[in-house]
């Protein structure tokens, strides 16, 4: 497809498991950045991948929270032992550098 | 302190009617980009309009105008001929001066719209 896909659309999990959450960029974007949003709320800023360099983890709320990229595309968010608090959306977005992001339709996750 | 503020948590539109949604930024660099996007309630995050700091136009969109005004740091949205399915949350956001690395790229705590039939 055109535009960046997310997987899964909705997860449920229970407290203390560990979940992925996997974003597909833009064909040819190089940077991607992941989100987080609770309910009604505005965006948090998790992390930032630009290209082969290192990321920007500088949002990242905990070191529960992990992510990378592989080859310059597809990224992994990882959760471990998710907490209640950690139920949101995540968002992916990707660019050209220095262009406008484009987003994903998120993934809504559930920690009971 | 904060780099993009929308002072309108909420707001009210009749049908067909324009509204203006507004967005100050705060930045030290000469060379930068503004965003706005629309979240409806399914969630998906839509772009909208941009304005690079160094455009003398004012972006235009169809029905989306930008009121880039930039010895004053603002850069409203300007909806002309308000549609009910205009009813979202809006985003401003600014991309900082290609000088610095890293993530650069700020969203304010948004807008609630809400157009009235």
């Known amino acids: 497809g055109a535009g960046v896909s997310q997987s899964p659309s909705n997860k449920v999990t229970e407290k203390g498991k560990d979940v992925e959450l996997r974003c597909d960029p833009i064909?040819?974007?190089?940077?991607l950045y992941w989100y987080r949003q609770s309910l009604g709320q505005g965006l948090e800023f998790l992390i930032y991948f630009q290209g082969n360099s290192a990321p920007d983890k500088s949002g990242l709320p905990s070191d529960r929270f992990s992510a990378e990229r592989t080859g310059g595309s597809v990224s992994t968010l990882t959760i471990q032992r998710t907490q209640q608090e950690d139920s949101a959306v995540y968002l992916c977005?990707?660019?050209?550098?220095?262009?406008?992001?484009?987003f994903g339709p998120g993934t809504r996750l559930t920690v009971l | 302190a904060q780099k993009i503020t929308q002072t309108q948590p909420g707001m009210f539109v009749q049908e067909k009617e324009a509204v203006t949604l507004d967005c100050t930024y705060d930045?030290?660099?000469?060379?930068?980009?503004l965003f706005w996007y629309k979240q409806p309630s399914s969630g998906e995050m839509i772009f909208l309009i941009y304005?690079?700091?160094?455009?003398?136009q004012n972006a235009t969109e169809g029905r989306y105008s930008l009121n880039f005004q930039k010895a004053r740091k603002s850069a409203n949205l300007v909806i002309s001929a308000s549609q009910l399915g205009d009813s979202a949350m809006y985003f401003c956001a600014m991309r900082e001066g290609r000088d610095n690395y890293g993530q650069n790229f700020v969203f304010g705590p948004g807008t609630r719209l809400s157009v009235l039939p």
């Open positions: 304005q690079g700091s160094y455009d003398e």
């Open positions: 930045t030290s660099d000469q060379s930068y980009g």
């Open positions: 064909s040819g974007h190089t940077a």
């Open positions: 977005a990707s660019s050209r550098q220095w262009d406008t992001q484009y």
